[in-house]
């Protein structure tokens, strides 16, 4: 792990943003809209293999899967020193199937998360933008759904002035692993979308780059409250500028 950021020069308009699971799906397509052309935002991603993108706007920096949990308080905290973060984007996630087990599953999906949840704090941010799911509650069959919940229950004690959760139904878009269930489920989704009609719309399947620009759009903002964003919360988010 490197020991501390070089961090260039940024003006006064430059909004800096903490984006936690830049890697996977719905975090990549927040990085390329965080990194167009024009927009204002300097941005640090940790992430646990490196990057393939680069951007003088962009510092990367790795950290170590095997002892995440113990490093992501102490050795990120150094390695970030400087760093002033405004708003904190995650869209940290993993599977059953990838993870191996419930234990493996919570220690990514609840454990890490409010570990990140943490250090945004730290670095300052005041607004944090979490990539959650459907149906997430503490009250739910599903174990998946309960854990969502509790990241969302936890990061309610970070104290953030604003917080912004996305809700997304199953995401569409090209992962680079397989998941043939996930697969079967994406082909099918435009002859059972429109089914979904009422409070059932919010179960939808939309794609990873809607929410994507949802994130990048919301983290333009300001203001302060919380705020959950469902399938037509998060189409109106990502059309708004």
Known sequence: MQARLPLPEIDAQTKRVLLTGASGLVGGEVLKRLLTPGE????????????????????NVVYDSSTAERRTDSGLRRSLAGFQSEVWICALGTTMGKAGNQAAFVAVDRDLVLKFASLARFLGARHAIL???????????SFYLRIKAEAERGLAEQNFPRVDILRPGLLLGERGERRRAERAAQVTAPLWNPLLVGPLSRFRAIEASAVGAAAVNLARGGGSGWFVHEYAGIREAAKSR
Request: net charge positive; hydrophobic share 40%; charged share 15%.
């Open 131 to 141: 990539v959650s799911s459907v149906g997430a509650s503490a009250k739910s069959g």
């Open 40 to 59: 204002p935002f300097e941005i640090v991603a940790p992430t646990r293999v490196p990057l393939a993108v680069q951007s003088p706007r962009l510092k």
